[in-house]
């Protein structure tokens, strides 16, 4: 049953408005002596974070922020790693650390994001980051795709509170913070967190007033797991092969989207939804991570 035209929430034109932002904020602080600066590490070669690396460093340049790429072997140890992060947490020109996700198997990642000063933690990964999130204390860092997500939901002027939110997927860095967003005071969504092994997923999810996917299982997301008049929010950003395209693939969200848009009352579509808002996030708290650590507010 289709509802009516549904709202196409256009991520990049909201990123762009975040961005601008950040680039007001940095010139103010820029007079006062101040470049914010972002640090990101890549550790092996894996060709999406090679994009994604290399946009967030661009978006740095775009923003008069500084920027400093590190790449390393596929090999690198994890104390080489951490010897990495540890002289970052040192250097007083840089305000944000990333290391990229993933990181190659024989590498601990939860280790790896412990050995970042939290204050420098602009991904929110850090337990202290983690824990002032679930506590509701304003003086974390929230992970940058989930607060892109919030972000939409409240540019598109859509009501949480009271709202049943189903989001599919638990990972730390999309459904565990996602989850602990909506349920804030002040936000007042009704959220479930289902997952692969929910029992009757398309009838939990028919259950939401906001659909939030996060499995990165293309076009998981069908037309009869959605209510009408729903909204959806496709985290969903995978390349499947396809010998049309110049670069041999596409992108493609856990939506299946021809078919899900029609019933909906707004979509995010993919590309150009909830992606651009990931990297306007990561701006947005590296310009808060380098205020709070020079006590500057402009
Ligand atoms: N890989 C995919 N998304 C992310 C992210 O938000 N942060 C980091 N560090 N790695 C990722």
Redesign the pocket.
């Known amino acids: 049953m289709a509802v009516s035209t549904p709202r196409i929430l256009d991520g990049r034109k909201l990123a762009a408005t975040v961005l601008d932002e950040c680039r007001a904020a940095a010139d103010r602080l820029a007079q006062q002596g101040l470049v914010p600066g972002l640090a990101v590490v890549l550790v092996g070669d894996d060709p999406p ?1 090679q994009v ?1 690396v290399a946009s967030k460093v661009r978006t740095c340049g775009e923003l008069g922020f500084r920027s400093q790429k590190i790449v390393l072997p596929a090999s690198t140890s994890q104390r080489e790693l951490i010897g990495v992060v540890d002289r970052l947490n040192a250097d007083p020109a840089v305000h944000g650390i ?5 990181l190659p198997v024989a590498i601990d990642a939860g280790e790896v994001v412990r050995a970042i000063d939290p204050r420098k933690d602009v ?1 929110g ?1 850090h337990p202290e980051n983690v824990a002032k999130l679930a506590l509701e204390d304003p003086s974390g860092f929230v ?3 989930p607060a892109g997500c919030m972000r939409m939901i409240a540019a598109a002027g859509v009501v949480t509170a009271g709202a049943e939110v189903v989001v599919i997927g638990r990972s730390r ?1 999309v459904g565990k913070p996602m989850a602990l967003l909506l349920m804030a005071r002040g936000v007042d969504a009704t959220v479930t967190v289902a997952h692969s092994r929910s029992r009757d997923l398309a009838a939990v999810c028919r259950r939401a007033d906001i659909l939030i996917a996060a499995t990165g299982r293309p076009g998981m997301v069908r037309a009869d797991w959605v209510k009408p008049g729903a909204v959806a929010i496709d985290v969903g950003i995978t390349r499947v092969a396809d010998a049309t395209k110049p670069s041999g693939y596409r992108l493609c969200g856990d939506v299946a989207y021809d078919e899900v848009a029609p019933l909906c009352s707004a979509i995010t579509p993919v590309p150009g939804g909830v992606g651009p808002m ?1 990297i306007a996030m ?1 701006m947005a708290n590296t310009l808060e991570a380098a205020r709070r650590l020079s006590g500057k507010h402009p």
Not at 98 to 102: F, Y
């Open positions: 974070s994604y990333l290391v990229q996700s993933p991904d990964f992970p940058c795709t860095i990931t990561l």
